[in-house]
């Protein structure tokens, strides 16, 4: 097998009128989640917990062994000895890079150097940390089964001499005005896990472009749409669709997936939008008694955003004085709203409705 030599961008065979259903469909449903996001308050604060259930699940996708609950513990006790800290720290830079990414987009284009910029960020301290982060590979990389030779390999992206060129004819393609924004989407992603620019972590800064590109193109109002939830689930079939491209140039079964994955992944966050708001209005009524009624809002919003915490962590994200945010969290756990671990001294407390609703 030779190194693949990738189509340019635009592409001229896209069977369109094949698409027109699929596209309509994701279209719609797209506008409605961001209809959503338009009228969500303290929409960072109350979808912080849904950014970091991206991070867990498009780290997942790559063999990284974190859960949604594992890493929220550890931002609660990150003094804790934990045997996974390598795969949490893992999923933490993803957040980070994210949360990085976004504040970006403000000064600087949709480009390579963004891209650079967001992996250097995934691989700081982790593994492939000692693979060039923020720098396209220099070397022949190749995609098999683990422990396989290059001989063995199911892809061989293109040589590394081809990179720029084809990296610079991805980022001309960003800016084009193409026919259906989210059928450009679907292939801006292909084609960037095909390139495959650096050494590792090109799936994680692949699925970060997905949100960043639909604000970007100001299809959403804000860079908030995760579809790795849909990916994981047929991780499968996202590997057979993005390999049918390079083995048969077959572009719209791969797009007839990602149009899918948006509609369904839409829904799916339309659903959990609707239950955390009817979750937040409900408990703002039953928070009013709250000890220092003044920090009810506070208190309210810090649960939303961190369902899992110590009297610490409450304490250093809500500014609220030592001896109140310890009233505070006994009015919690005796509501029922929060329930603490079994241990005597530093506790955990756990935000259960809505870990239900992001789980």
Do not use: C
């Not at 799936?203 to 908030?224: C, Q, W």
């Not at 928070?287 to 809002?297: F, G, R, W």
């Amino acid at each position: 097998m030779k190194p693949y030599i990738p189509q340019k961008l635009p592409l001229d065979g896209i069977d369109w009128v094949d698409l027109i259903d699929d596209i309509s469909k994701a279209n719609r449903a797209l506008a409605k989640y961001d209809g959503y996001l338009q009228v969500i308050p303290n929409k960072e604060l109350l979808l912080a917990p849904l950014t970091m259930k991206e991070a867990v699940l498009s780290s997942k996708i790559e063999g990284t062994q974190a859960s949604f609950e594992e890493v929220l513990n550890y931002e609660a006790n990150p003094k804790k000895n934990i045997s996974n800290y390598n795969d949490i720290e893992e999923v933490i830079n993803y957040k980070k890079a994210i949360n990085y990414a976004v504040d970006r987009l403000n000064d600087l284009p949709l480009s390579s150097r963004l891209f650079k910029e967001i992996h250097k960020i995934l691989l700081s301290g982790v593994r492939g940390g000692n693979k060039s982060p923020g720098n396209f590979r220099t070397g022949q990389v190749f995609i098999g089964k683990s422990g396989a030779s290059i001989n063995e390999a199911t892809f061989i992206p293109p040589q590394p001499q081809l990179i720029d060129e084809y990296i610079s004819n991805l980022e001309n393609y960003i800016h084009f005005d193409e026919k259906d924004v989210l059928v450009q989407l679907a292939i801006i992603h292909a084609q960037f896990e095909i390139i495959h620019p650096f050494w590792d972590g090109n799936g994680r800064v692949g699925r970060i472009l997905i949100p960043l590109f639909l604000f970007y193109k100001e299809v959403i109002s804000t860079p908030m749409f995760y579809v790795s939830e849909f990916l994981e689930s047929n991780r499968s079939d996202y590997y057979k669709y993005l390999s049918l491209v390079s083995k048969e140039k077959d572009w719209n079964s791969w797009v007839k997936f990602f149009l899918n994955a948006i509609y369904i992944q839409s829904n799916n966050n339309i659903q959990k939008i609707d239950k955390i708001l009817s979750l937040y209005n409900q408990l703002k009524e039953n928070i009013i008694d709250v000890p220092t009624p003044k920090n009810s809002i506070k208190v309210l919003d810090f649960l939303f955003s961190t369902p899992i915490f110590s009297a610490k962590l409450f304490t250093e994200k809500t500014d609220i004085e030592k001896r109140n945010v310890y009233r505070i969290i006994d009015f919690l756990v005796d509501k029922e709203i929060v329930y603490p671990d079994n241990k005597e001294r530093n506790k955990t407390y756990y935000f259960d409705k809505l870990l239900e609703i992001i789980s």
